[in-house]
């Protein structure tokens, strides 16, 4: 089967978002440019790590003075777009920057053939597997970050003993090993 690699060059928009609700939502990354569009799936850690690092990233070649310095930028805060295709769900994901071009490369790579293997991320190989690889401008990169980061914190509040995320359903603590002090009426 021929590998589909999706290149979006500095596209129109590129964005983190979610579809459904808190504990219950299915994270996207997605990739829009003239009319062409695609979403892949991932985890909502995948997105925080993302979005860390691609700050990370920003900053150090601002520091180093690759790129001017940046305020914070205004960000994408419209939905994603619609009708919503998945085209694979991510099993991993590559970080560059590039000296030439002075932008932020970020793959997402399929997990669908098995087990992916470093030497396939940023590979051009036919034998490697799906991918979306994006390249960003830095204030489009920092956007993007800030947008990715807001959504992660948007979920379930976390519970104050033991920080795991509280459910509309109740939650059992383990830091109370199932004690709960009884009230007197």
């Known amino acids: 089967m021929s590998r589909k690699l999706h290149i979006f060059d500095r596209p129109q928009r590129f964005v983190a978002g979610t579809v459904g609700e808190p504990g ?13 569009t695609v979403s892949v799936a991932l985890e909502k850690e995948q ?4 979005a860390e690092r691609v700050d990370d990233v920003i900053d150090e070649v601002t520091r180093r003075g690759e790129v001017p310095p940046i305020e914070a930028p205004a960000g994408d805060l419209g939905p994603l777009e619609m009708p919503l295709l998945e085209e694979f769900r991510v099993a991993a994901l590559g970080l ?6 002075n932008v932020l490369v970020i793959e997402a790579v399929s997990g669908s053939s098995g087990e992916v293997e470093e030497s396939g991320i940023f590979s051009d190989e036919d034998d490697a597997p799906d991918a979306i690889r994006v390249k960003l401008e830095a204030v489009q990169a920092k956007a993007f970050a800030s947008r990715a980061a807001a ?3 948007s979920g379930r509040p976390p519970c104050p003993l033991c920080s795991q995320p509280l459910s509309r359903d109740g939650h059992i603590c383990p830091r109370q090993n199932g004690y709960h002090r009884a009230t007197l009426a």
Request: proline fraction near 0%.
């Open 47 to 50: 997105v925080r790590i993302l």
């Open 151 to 153: 959504l992660v914190e």
């Open 24 to 36: 219950d939502r299915v994270f996207y990354l997605q990739a829009s440019d003239g009319g062409h």
């Open 96 to 101: 560059a920057w590039d000296d030439t071009d």
